[in-house]
């Protein structure tokens, strides 16, 4: 009576949701709508601003994930099955299937391609198709025509995002992370909005807080375009609090209060007398502004001249723009563009459009993109699933397949012949490693392999094995004694490159002794100062990279100015390519020129300096390459000057204290005599 059971703790029923989550993470904080099928109506937007103004970048992307995360908890997030995000991100680079130079159809090469235009080690992409060219269009050219059936390539968007920040954001969200089902860059959203006007020009500006996002699109043609600029609606105000030497919130508050842009003149300034006028915004603001709105011009002419995608003929524009008083009329003023500024938020767009394709940087991911504690996750078409169980799930596909595969084949084969064959059913004399060899290698009337169960017992198998290890053992003597071999021949040529070059040394230092002979005649001088292309040669593979190769050099005159005169000099031109790396292509051509200056003994010897002369991507090769041109200026009096310091400095140590001791006698004569 005094001691009861201990009744057992309630146990938790899971409950998966059935509700769709969809949220907006901007620079100024997140919004986020909720549906649910069971529920006809669609829950209030729910919203959270960033707090800490000042901060920016990833930091404040980071601070603003964290607070949706805590909003979304418990039984908020029970109620969810899918978390679709719409993400703010300037990082995020976007590029259309003509302007991609690698095969759209290798995720690899996509993922590579990705991490070199970031400059990161590794990089993910989502992608959707846009503008559809049907079997028959007759609108491009037969060139772009990919299949033999006729059918045209389809244009598609591809959008690139570092890899280890999608990580960082994901590990941000806790439980919430496992239900993400697509990541969306607000670029796409803006592209979106083109395919309501096919054939047609259309351009998109969203202001966020520190940046801005410019979406120019042409479905008709498969054309599109972001860019962003480094321009937000804090921009103004930060930059005006630190020419005041106020916070950015009291800033930011006279901004909503007071119009500080209806004054601001843009033009160019006529009269020096304007600088003691103006005021701190107008010197602040108008050449942020001015090269702001010089950004978007140019932006759309290249959008119409260079891509040949038209001129959009008005610009809607999304953001917060009535923030900053006067300033949602300074855009209409000076974009030179009619602009509309729709009534519907990012987030309620991105919600309606929630049925059409999009792009989803979680889908060309090669890697693990989400741990949680020791186990990984691998994103797949029905959201994160265990890396682990991914794994072992698509192995038993293949093997499924491939087991489905050999019945049918072994079933096709029975019913067309009627019966077995005789080779199948009746062992073969000598079995062995012949009968192993015809099983693997030998194929049925249908062009399949002939399967194991067909024509061969338990035993035999165990037999062929053993010819197998021998036929193994065998192939790898062979390897052995080939790589013995090519170590042998490597050596060999070690050998011959160290000899030729002890030999370029030794003639090197040949010529400095007959140079510095006096007994050598004048008229054999000039002979001993040619230039030996061989230790040229040697001297520019030497100080090669690894990753860079030449393809081209050649001797020329060229008229340059030297001072004031213009004088023919001749030029050995270095033409190369060097494959692009995350140190960058311009620090590997650098620290080749810096080596061949160095070589003042080889090369430096008879040229008097080296001028880069450019580099430039070469897109049609499948690697990339980077294609550059040094020159190095020949000096045919270079080699005698230096010669003749060399001479100068290498005089013996009595002879300079004999050369001091005169000096110091004669001063002593010349203040012994009176200056005289």
């Not at 244009?155 to 954001?169: E, W």
Request: proline letters at 4%; one cysteine or more; aromatic letters at 8%.
């Amino acid at each position: 009576m005094f001691f009861r059971k201990k009744q057992p703790p309630p146990q938790k029923v899971e409950t998966e949701g059935s509700g769709r989550l969809f949220i907006h993470f901007s620079e100024d904080g997140w919004s986020a709508l909720q549906d649910d099928p069971a529920q006809p109506d669609l829950k209030p937007e729910e919203s959270g601003e960033a707090v800490n103004i000042n901060e920016t970048g990833a930091a404040r992307m980071e601070t603003i994930i964290k607070m949706a995360a805590r909003n979304f908890s418990g039984r908020k997030l029970d109620a969810i099955k899918s978390v679709h995000i719409l993400l703010d991100d300037p990082i995020v680079q976007f590029a259309d299937a003509k302007s991609l130079p690698v095969n759209i159809h290798n995720p690899s090469a996509l993922c590579e391609f990705g991490a070199r235009y970031l400059n990161v080690p590794a990089a993910c992409y989502g992608n959707r198709n846009f503008g559809i060219f049907a079997r028959g269009d007759d609108s491009r050219p037969p060139q772009e025509t990919d299949f033999i059936s006729g059918e045209r390539k389809q244009d598609g968007i591809y959008a690139f995002m570092d890899a280890r920040q999608i990580r960082v954001y994901l590990s941000l969200m806790d439980d919430m992370a496992l239900k993400v089902a697509a990541v969306t860059p607000v670029g796409d959203l803006l592209l979106r909005r083109s395919e309501a006007r096919p054939n047609a020009a259309y351009a998109a500006l969203y202001i966020a807080a520190d940046a801005c996002y410019l979406a120019l699109a042409n479905s008709g043609v498969g054309s599109a375009l972001v860019r962003t600029i480094p321009v937000g609606l804090m921009t103004p105000v930060k930059k005006t609090a630190e020419a005041n030497s106020v916070t950015t919130a009291e800033a930011l508050a006279e901004f909503h209060e007071r119009d500080y842009f209806s004054d601001i003149r843009l033009g160019d300034k006529t009269a020096a007398a304007d600088l003691l006028t103006e005021n701190i915004y107008q010197r602040t603001l108008a050449p942020l502004l001015k090269n702001y709105f010089t950004t978007i011009a140019e932006t759309l002419d290249f959008f119409e001249t260079q891509r040949i995608s038209g001129r959009p003929s008005g610009i809607e524009i999304f953001g917060d723009v009535e923030r900053l008083k006067g300033f949602k009329e300074l855009l209409v003023r000076n974009l030179g563009i009619p602009a509309t500024f729709p009534a519907e938020s990012l987030i309620s767009l991105f919600y309606k459009s929630a049925q059409s394709p999009s792009v989803n940087l979680l889908s060309g991911a090669t890697e693990s993109l989400l741990t949680i504690g020791k186990k990984k996750y691998t994103f797949s078409r029905e959201g994160f699933v265990s890396s682990a169980d991914l794994a072992r799930e698509t192995l038993s596909v293949e093997n499924a397949r491939l087991s489905k595969q050999k019945e049918q084949s072994r079933v096709s084969r029975l019913r067309k012949t009627g019966k077995r064959p005789s080779g199948e059913t009746k062992k073969k004399a000598g079995g062995g490693l012949s009968l192993s060899f015809n099983r693997l290698f030998s194929r049925n009337k249908q062009g399949e392999p002939v399967s194991d169960d067909d024509d061969l017992s338990g035993e035999s198998r165990d037999n062929d094995r053993q010819y197998f290890m021998l036929f193994g053992i065998v192939v790898v003597g062979l390897f052995y004694l080939s790589w013995m071999q090519f170590d042998a021949v490597d050596a060999d040529y070690q050998g011959k490159i160290s000899a030729l070059q002890n030999e370029v040394a030794k003639g090197h230092n040949l010529r400095k002794e007959l140079n510095r002979s006096s007994r050598l005649p004048a008229n054999l001088a000039p002979e001993f100062n040619k230039v030996l292309w061989s230790e040229k040669f040697l001297a520019i593979a030497s100080d090669m990279n690894e990753a860079m190769w030449l393809t081209d050099v050649y001797l020329s005159d060229e008229s340059r100015e030297i001072g004031s005169e213009a004088v023919v000099s001749k030029k050995l031109t270095l033409e190369g390519a060097v494959l692009p790396s995350f140190d960058g292509h311009i620090l590997k051509i650098g620290d080749y020129i810096d080596r061949l200056i160095k070589d003042e003994e080889f090369f430096m010897s008879d040229f008097r300096e080296i001028t880069f002369e450019g580099a430039e991507l070469d897109a049609a090769e499948e690697d990339h390459v980077v294609r550059f041109a040094i020159a190095a200026w020949y000096d045919k009096n270079k080699r005698v000057h230096a010669l003749e310091k060399e001479i100068e400095a290498g005089s013996s140590p009595l002879e300079n204290m004999q050369s001091k001791v005169d000096k110091h006698n004669k001063l002593l004569d010349k203040s012994v005599g009176g200056g005289n």
